[in-house]
């Protein structure tokens, strides 16, 4: 059974520092580009950030650049983003979602966890 | 890049056909053929009903289907059940720079 398992939502205060994780397992994690996508309170989905199976290619929202950073661990089936400078309007639920390499779309997701920025 | 533009609210009675039109650019919807939707209950993850304009996942029932025209692509679903009352995204691939777009969301109520 594939499972995405995301961890490391918790309120941060404005201009803190955030690192999510998401746990792998039941499918070949290194087959598969991983995203971050989020969805704010009562609201729609948003793209945050690709990285392909090797990590030879990173992608960001403009929303995040900069401040955002994606990574892997193909040896720990583990994704991860550091979140720096955080602002309010990145209250979200982050949800990490996996690919087939060289598809677009979005073929599994995790349950998702909350990242409030508050003070 | 701006959120594709998709009506806040489509219903429908137990049988009905319902479709959502998922409206961007040239530079997303219109430039590529890798618009996938995907359907969303309260407090649920989202799961994927189509992918590639018009491929339906194994698992997913053949009454939901995809098309596009332009850089309008549109969901629909055929005879409409109680289980398909959600939120309903459209979203698409919009080149490597801007990489994925998604939509503003669809409520589809089961009358």
């Known amino acids: 059974e594939v499972q995405l398992v995301e961890s490391g939502g918790v309120v941060v205060q404005p201009g803190g520092s955030l690192r999510l994780s998401c746990a792998a397992s039941?499918?070949?994690?290194?087959?598969?580009?991983m995203h971050w996508v989020r969805q704010a309170p009562g609201k729609g989905l948003e793209w945050v950030s690709l990285i392909t199976w090797d990590g030879g290619f990173i992608y960001y929202a403009d929303s995040v650049k900069g401040r955002f950073t994606i990574s892997r661990d193909n040896g720990k089936n583990s994704l991860y983003l550091q979140m720096n400078s955080l602002r309010t309007e990145d209250t979200a639920l982050y949800y990490c979602?996996?690919?087939?390499?060289?598809?677009?779309?979005?073929?599994?997701w995790g349950q998702g966890t909350l990242v409030t920025v508050s003070s | 890049q701006s959120a594709l533009t998709q009506p806040r609210s489509v219903s429908g009675s137990p049988g009905q056909s319902v479709t959502i039109s998922c409206t961007g650019t040239?530079?997303?919807?219109?430039?590529?053929?890798?618009v996938s939707w995907y359907q969303q209950h309260p407090g649920k993850a989202p799961k994927l009903m189509i992918y590639d304009v018009n491929e339906r996942p194994s698992g997913v029932p053949y009454r939901f289907s995809g098309s596009k025209s332009g850089n309008t692509a549109s969901l629909t679903i055929s005879g409409l059940q109680a289980e398909d009352e959600a939120d309903y995204y459209c979203c698409s691939y919009a080149g490597s720079h801007t990489s994925y777009v998604f939509g503003t969301g669809t409520k589809v109520t089961v009358l």
């Open positions: 039941g499918f070949i994690f290194d087959n598969y580009a």
């Open positions: 040239s530079s997303d919807v219109g430039g590529y053929n890798y």
């Open positions: 979602a996996g690919s087939t390499t060289w598809t677009y779309h979005f073929d599994y």
